[in-house]
Protein backbone atom coordinates (compact mmCIF):
# COMPACT_ATOMS: atom_id res chain seq x y z
CA UNK A 1 0.00 0.00 0.00
CA UNK A 2 3.13 2.28 0.10
CA UNK A 3 2.34 2.97 -3.48
CA UNK A 4 -0.86 4.96 -2.64
CA UNK A 5 0.56 8.26 -1.49
CA UNK A 6 -2.36 10.54 -1.29
CA UNK A 7 -4.90 8.29 0.17
CA UNK A 8 -8.42 9.88 0.29
CA UNK A 9 -10.80 8.80 3.24
CA UNK A 10 -13.95 7.17 4.31
CA UNK A 11 -16.98 8.82 6.06
CA UNK A 12 -19.99 6.67 6.78
CA UNK A 13 -23.10 9.14 7.28
CA UNK A 14 -26.47 8.23 8.38
CA UNK A 15 -28.85 9.90 6.10
CA UNK A 16 -31.86 9.53 8.59
CA UNK A 17 -35.09 7.84 8.42
CA UNK A 18 -36.34 9.05 4.84
CA UNK A 19 -37.64 12.56 5.30
CA UNK A 20 -34.80 14.68 4.00
CA UNK A 21 -35.25 17.67 6.17
CA UNK A 22 -33.94 15.18 8.98
CA UNK A 23 -30.50 15.06 7.71
CA UNK A 24 -27.86 16.41 10.54
CA UNK A 25 -26.22 19.26 9.12
CA UNK A 26 -22.93 17.18 9.31
CA UNK A 27 -24.08 15.03 7.11
CA UNK A 28 -25.28 17.48 4.46
CA UNK A 29 -20.90 18.91 5.00
CA UNK A 30 -20.02 15.99 4.56
CA UNK A 31 -22.14 15.25 1.29
CA UNK A 32 -21.15 18.43 0.00
CA UNK A 33 -17.44 17.65 0.46
CA UNK A 34 -17.26 14.35 -1.44
CA UNK A 35 -15.80 13.00 -4.31
CA UNK A 36 -17.92 9.74 -4.29
CA UNK A 37 -20.87 8.57 -2.93
CA UNK A 38 -22.18 5.49 -2.46
CA UNK A 39 -25.62 5.43 -1.49
CA UNK A 40 -28.07 2.48 -0.22
CA UNK A 41 -31.96 1.92 -1.19
CA UNK A 42 -33.55 3.58 1.73
CA UNK A 43 -31.70 7.01 0.99
CA UNK A 44 -34.07 10.04 -0.29
CA UNK A 45 -33.02 11.07 -3.85
CA UNK A 46 -33.58 14.53 -1.97
CA UNK A 47 -30.67 14.31 -0.07
CA UNK A 48 -28.37 13.40 -3.02
CA UNK A 49 -28.64 16.92 -3.76
CA UNK A 50 -25.99 18.31 -1.03
CA UNK A 51 -23.70 16.14 -3.43
CA UNK A 52 -24.12 17.24 -6.99
CA UNK A 53 -20.68 17.58 -7.14
CA UNK A 54 -19.99 13.89 -6.37
CA UNK A 55 -19.72 10.72 -8.01
CA UNK A 56 -22.89 8.82 -7.03
CA UNK A 57 -23.11 5.08 -7.60
CA UNK A 58 -25.61 2.92 -6.47
CA UNK A 59 -24.94 -0.17 -3.98
CA UNK A 60 -28.53 -0.33 -2.57
CA UNK A 61 -29.56 -3.62 -1.12
CA UNK A 62 -33.04 -5.00 -0.84
CA UNK A 63 -34.59 -8.36 0.01
CA UNK A 64 -33.62 -10.89 -2.47
CA UNK A 65 -32.42 -7.94 -4.81
CA UNK A 66 -28.97 -6.64 -3.97
CA UNK A 67 -27.15 -4.34 -6.23
CA UNK A 68 -23.55 -5.47 -4.80
CA UNK A 69 -22.38 -8.50 -2.63
CA UNK A 70 -21.64 -6.60 0.54
CA UNK A 71 -17.71 -7.66 0.03
CA UNK A 72 -17.85 -5.85 -3.11
CA UNK A 73 -19.11 -2.31 -1.53
CA UNK A 74 -16.43 -3.01 0.84
CA UNK A 75 -13.93 -2.61 -1.98
CA UNK A 76 -15.58 -0.22 -3.80
CA UNK A 77 -15.30 1.63 -0.80
CA UNK A 78 -11.80 1.36 -0.40
CA UNK A 79 -10.32 0.90 -3.59
CA UNK A 80 -11.53 5.04 -4.46
CA UNK A 81 -10.01 6.05 -1.39
CA UNK A 82 -6.81 4.90 -2.06
CA UNK A 83 -6.98 6.68 -5.54
CA UNK A 84 -7.11 9.78 -3.57
CA UNK A 85 -11.18 10.17 -3.23
CA UNK A 86 -13.15 11.78 -0.33
CA UNK A 87 -15.73 8.66 0.23
CA UNK A 88 -19.19 9.17 1.33
CA UNK A 89 -20.92 6.22 2.50
CA UNK A 90 -24.49 7.38 2.75
CA UNK A 91 -26.97 4.67 4.99
CA UNK A 92 -30.47 5.11 5.66
CA UNK A 93 -31.56 6.07 9.41
CA UNK A 94 -27.72 5.54 11.62
CA UNK A 95 -24.78 3.47 9.81
CA UNK A 96 -24.38 2.02 13.27
CA UNK A 97 -27.89 0.86 13.71
CA UNK A 98 -28.40 -2.76 11.30
CA UNK A 99 -26.11 -0.60 8.45
CA UNK A 100 -23.43 -3.06 8.34
CA UNK A 101 -21.10 -0.39 9.12
CA UNK A 102 -18.54 -2.69 11.01
CA UNK A 103 -18.06 -4.62 7.91
CA UNK A 104 -17.17 -1.34 6.15
CA UNK A 105 -15.42 0.18 8.95
CA UNK A 106 -12.88 -2.92 9.31
CA UNK A 107 -11.80 -3.10 5.22
CA UNK A 108 -10.93 0.63 5.87
CA UNK A 109 -9.00 -0.24 8.95
CA UNK A 110 -6.89 -3.01 7.58
CA UNK A 111 -5.62 -0.72 4.94
CA UNK A 112 -4.90 2.35 7.63
CA UNK A 113 -6.96 4.52 6.08
CA UNK A 114 -9.00 7.44 7.79
CA UNK A 115 -12.60 6.41 8.64
CA UNK A 116 -14.97 9.09 10.23
CA UNK A 117 -19.01 8.48 10.99
CA UNK A 118 -21.68 11.18 11.04
CA UNK A 119 -24.16 9.82 13.61
CA UNK A 120 -28.33 10.08 11.74
CA UNK A 121 -31.21 10.21 13.42
CA UNK A 122 -32.08 6.52 13.50
CA UNK A 123 -35.66 5.16 11.95
CA UNK A 124 -36.79 3.63 15.92
CA UNK A 125 -36.45 7.41 17.19
CA UNK A 126 -37.25 9.27 13.69
CA UNK A 127 -40.49 7.29 13.30
CA UNK A 128 -41.87 6.88 16.46
CA UNK A 129 -41.31 10.75 16.96
CA UNK A 130 -42.92 11.34 13.78
CA UNK A 131 -46.06 9.32 15.10
CA UNK A 132 -46.10 11.10 18.50
CA UNK A 133 -45.20 7.69 20.36
CA UNK A 134 -42.67 8.02 23.65
CA UNK A 135 -40.22 4.98 23.71
CA UNK A 136 -40.08 6.22 27.20
CA UNK A 137 -42.46 8.12 29.55
CA UNK A 138 -41.51 8.94 33.39
CA UNK A 139 -43.33 6.49 35.89
CA UNK A 140 -45.08 4.51 32.62
CA UNK A 141 -42.12 3.14 29.83
CA UNK A 142 -39.26 2.35 31.52
CA UNK A 143 -36.91 0.92 28.92
CA UNK A 144 -37.44 0.20 25.46
CA UNK A 145 -35.71 -2.69 22.89
CA UNK A 146 -34.48 -2.54 19.29
CA UNK A 147 -34.02 -5.65 17.68
CA UNK A 148 -33.76 -6.82 14.46
CA UNK A 149 -36.43 -9.28 12.97
CA UNK A 150 -33.88 -11.85 11.36
CA UNK A 151 -30.34 -12.51 11.64
CA UNK A 152 -27.53 -13.18 9.28
CA UNK A 153 -28.43 -16.97 8.24
CA UNK A 154 -32.55 -15.72 7.77
CA UNK A 155 -34.18 -16.90 11.26
CA UNK A 156 -35.42 -14.59 13.41
CA UNK A 157 -33.93 -13.44 16.41
CA UNK A 158 -33.74 -15.02 20.04
CA UNK A 159 -33.59 -11.65 21.37
CA UNK A 160 -36.88 -11.36 20.08
CA UNK A 161 -38.40 -13.97 22.76
CA UNK A 162 -35.92 -12.30 25.34
CA UNK A 163 -37.92 -8.67 24.34
CA UNK A 164 -41.13 -10.46 24.21
CA UNK A 165 -41.13 -11.39 28.00
CA UNK A 166 -39.95 -7.79 29.03
CA UNK A 167 -42.01 -4.56 30.28
CA UNK A 168 -40.27 -2.77 27.45
CA UNK A 169 -41.66 -1.34 24.01
CA UNK A 170 -40.10 -3.11 21.22
CA UNK A 171 -39.06 -1.77 18.23
CA UNK A 172 -38.66 -4.38 15.50
CA UNK A 173 -36.78 -3.69 12.14
CA UNK A 174 -36.65 -6.55 9.11
CA UNK A 175 -39.74 -8.13 10.88
CA UNK A 176 -42.14 -8.05 8.18
CA UNK A 177 -40.83 -11.16 6.79
CA UNK A 178 -41.24 -13.45 9.99
CA UNK A 179 -44.24 -11.20 11.02
CA UNK A 180 -45.85 -14.23 12.20
CA UNK A 181 -43.42 -15.94 14.10
CA UNK A 182 -42.99 -13.16 16.12
CA UNK A 183 -46.23 -12.14 16.57
CA UNK A 184 -46.14 -15.78 17.73
CA UNK A 185 -43.16 -15.50 20.16
CA UNK A 186 -45.37 -12.21 22.02
CA UNK A 187 -48.26 -14.33 22.18
CA UNK A 188 -46.31 -16.46 24.59
CA UNK A 189 -45.54 -13.85 27.00
CA UNK A 190 -48.39 -11.30 26.25
CA UNK A 191 -52.32 -11.13 26.12
CA UNK A 192 -54.27 -11.14 22.93
CA UNK A 193 -54.84 -7.78 23.30
CA UNK A 194 -51.23 -6.30 23.66
CA UNK A 195 -51.15 -3.48 21.20
CA UNK A 196 -48.71 -3.26 18.20
CA UNK A 197 -48.40 -1.29 14.98
CA UNK A 198 -46.57 -1.37 11.86
CA UNK A 199 -44.97 2.16 10.33
CA UNK A 200 -44.49 1.88 7.00
CA UNK A 201 -41.97 4.85 5.28
CA UNK A 202 -43.27 6.30 8.84
CA UNK A 203 -41.45 9.98 7.71
CA UNK A 204 -42.61 10.51 4.46
CA UNK A 205 -45.73 11.60 3.03
CA UNK A 206 -46.59 8.47 1.69
CA UNK A 207 -46.40 7.01 5.13
CA UNK A 208 -48.89 4.47 6.44
CA UNK A 209 -49.77 2.65 9.12
CA UNK A 210 -52.01 0.03 11.69
CA UNK A 211 -52.38 0.09 15.04
CA UNK A 212 -53.93 -3.14 16.59
CA UNK A 213 -53.48 -5.88 18.53
CA UNK A 214 -51.74 -9.35 19.06
CA UNK A 215 -54.77 -11.48 17.66
CA UNK A 216 -55.66 -8.95 15.11
CA UNK A 217 -52.15 -7.37 13.40
CA UNK A 218 -51.60 -9.66 11.19
CA UNK A 219 -54.80 -9.72 9.14
CA UNK A 220 -54.76 -5.87 9.47
CA UNK A 221 -51.33 -5.50 7.59
CA UNK A 222 -53.16 -7.87 4.95
CA UNK A 223 -55.87 -5.82 4.97
CA UNK A 224 -54.46 -2.46 4.62
CA UNK A 225 -51.51 -3.68 2.42
CA UNK A 226 -48.75 -2.92 4.56
CA UNK A 227 -45.56 -3.34 3.25
CA UNK A 228 -41.71 -2.85 3.46
CA UNK A 229 -40.03 -1.05 4.40
CA UNK A 230 -41.80 -0.72 8.27
CA UNK A 231 -41.18 -1.21 11.50
CA UNK A 232 -42.93 -3.08 14.29
CA UNK A 233 -43.42 -1.61 17.40
CA UNK A 234 -45.20 -3.58 20.37
CA UNK A 235 -46.33 -2.15 23.61
CA UNK A 236 -48.99 0.23 25.35
CA UNK A 237 -46.66 3.13 24.12
CA UNK A 238 -48.05 2.85 20.27
CA UNK A 239 -51.48 3.72 22.12
CA UNK A 240 -50.06 7.08 22.86
CA UNK A 241 -49.80 7.56 18.97
CA UNK A 242 -53.85 7.57 18.53
CA UNK A 243 -56.32 10.46 19.29
CA UNK A 244 -58.29 10.94 21.69
CA UNK A 245 -60.80 9.49 19.20
CA UNK A 246 -58.96 6.19 18.89
CA UNK A 247 -57.83 7.60 15.09
CA UNK A 248 -53.89 7.24 14.15
CA UNK A 249 -52.18 10.09 13.45
CA UNK A 250 -51.19 9.17 9.76
CA UNK A 251 -51.16 10.96 6.22
CA UNK A 252 -52.31 8.78 3.79
CA UNK A 253 -54.34 5.84 6.09
CA UNK A 254 -57.09 6.34 7.98
CA UNK A 255 -57.32 3.78 10.40
CA UNK A 256 -58.45 3.45 14.03
CA UNK A 257 -57.33 1.15 16.50
CA UNK A 258 -58.86 -2.22 15.98
CA UNK A 259 -60.24 -3.05 19.80
Known amino acids: MNNYRNKGNITLVGAGPGDPDLITLKAAKALNRADIVFYDALVNPLILEHARQANQIFVGKRKGLHRFPQGRINEMIVEAALEGQRVVRLKGGDAMVFGRAMEELSSARALELEVN???????????????????????????????????????????????????ATVVVYMGMTHIARIVAAFRQHKPADYPVGIYQEGTLD?????????????????????????ILVFG?????????????KERNLSAAYHS
Request: aromatic share 6%.
Open 236 to 248: PAVLEGLDPAGLA
Open 206 to 230: SARHVVGKLDNIIDLKKQYAIRNPA
Open 117 to 167: IVAGISAYSGIVAEQQIPLTKRCTYESFWVCTGYTCDGDISKDIHLAAQSS
